[in-house]
């Protein structure tokens, strides 16, 4: 079994009370059955305390969020008691892979660093190197691949190459959808986006700048894009081993590059941070919602 990350993976470090966008923010922190019951067994005031903010449903305990949907474990320095008390060993599942995500091939596994970190999106675009692929661990065993899986990563790699090659982004772009084999429609995109579920004010404001937006982003950003759109490319194309649908996921990552690309150029005198801030946003409202991703698809296959 090999772990394969990119290469800036171990380059990342979480910075906790630094961050404007904490995770122990707005999201649902579900507590998986193991480390369920290694709380329970904590004595004293702080068990008490961390039990008392665990609410158990019939299949999952979470966390009761408190004023402003914050964990209850966080304190005011932003830091999280359960780290500062009991060390990092002690996190639930959930909160010791974040933002981390996994797909999962026969005999390898793809781990990566999601974008709604905004620690892990400033690690990403800042990048000036192409994304590369290393092997973390590698236990030695092999598991053999069926013919479908080996031939989708064989098209994501002819995919992360294309779009590493030195060529105007747009031509990359445009090179992806021949290679995926679907075009994006003629559509009015920004209205599609409105009708998507969403979560903060902040993207619909987001999405309004885009009415008048003609795309043509800012050319210092380019770097930014690729790193983006092969991150977009590592995390969704291996989606298409549940649902076959490869030229649907590769117009998706386009599509979604171009959003972020007409968002930079909607911004005036769009900087690094500003991409920055528009990627996280991107990744937290559409990239982490399956219904979201699959609305997508689905329009994009609508003609
Ligand atoms: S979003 Fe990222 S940087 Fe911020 S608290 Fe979570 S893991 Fe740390």
């Not at 892990?120 to 661990?137: C, F, G, Q, S, W």
């Not at 080996?150 to 990359?172: F, K, S, V, Y």
């Not at 050319?219 to 092969?230: D, G, I, K, Y």
Request: charged share 30%.
């Amino acid at each position: 079994m090999k772990l394969i990350v990119p290469d800036y993976h171990p380059d990342f470090h979480c910075i906790a009370d630094r961050c404007r966008h904490s995770c122990c923010i707005g999201w649902e922190i579900d507590i998986d059955p193991a480390t369920r019951e290694k709380y329970r067994l904590i004595p004293g005031d702080f068990g008490a305390r961390l039990n008392a903010a665990i609410q158990d449903g019939n299949e999952v305990s979470t966390f009761r969020l408190g004023e402003g949907e914050r964990c209850p474990m966080l304190n005011r320095n932003g830091l999280c008691d359960l780290i500062t008390e009991l060390g990092e060993g002690s996190l639930c599942q959930i909160c010791a892979d974040h933002p981390r995500f996994r797909s999962f091939f026969p005999g390898r596994t793809e781990l990566g660093l999601g974008l709604c970190c905004e620690e892990a999106a400033r690690l990403i675009l800042t990048r000036e190197k192409p994304m590369k692929l290393i092997v973390l661990e590698d236990d030695g065993t092999e598991t053999p691949m069926d013919e479908e899986d080996e031939c989708l990563l064989a098209i994501h790699d002819t995919l992360i190459c294309t779009l590493q090659e030195d060529m105007p982004l747009q031509e990359r772009l445009d090179e992806l959808l021949l290679l995926g084999g679907l075009t994006i429609p003629e559509q009015n995109w920004t209205e599609v986006y409105r009708g998507l579920e969403r979560l903060d004010s902040a993207w619909d404001a987001a999405l309004d700048s885009l009415d008048n937006a003609a795309p043509q982003p800012p050319a210092e950003l380019e770097n930014a894009f690729v790193r983006f759109c092969e991150y977009m490319l590592y995390r969704h194309l291996p989606g298409a081993m549940e649902d076959e649908d490869i030229p649907g996921r590769v117009a998706f990552c386009v599509l979604s590059t171009r959003v972020l690309m007409a968002l930079c150029d909607a911004k005036p005198g769009c900087t690094m941070e500003d991409c920055i801030e528009f990627a996280r946003m991107y990744s937290a409202e559409i990239e982490y919602s399956e219904e979201n991703i699959s609305a997508l698809l689905d329009a994009l296959w609508e003609e």
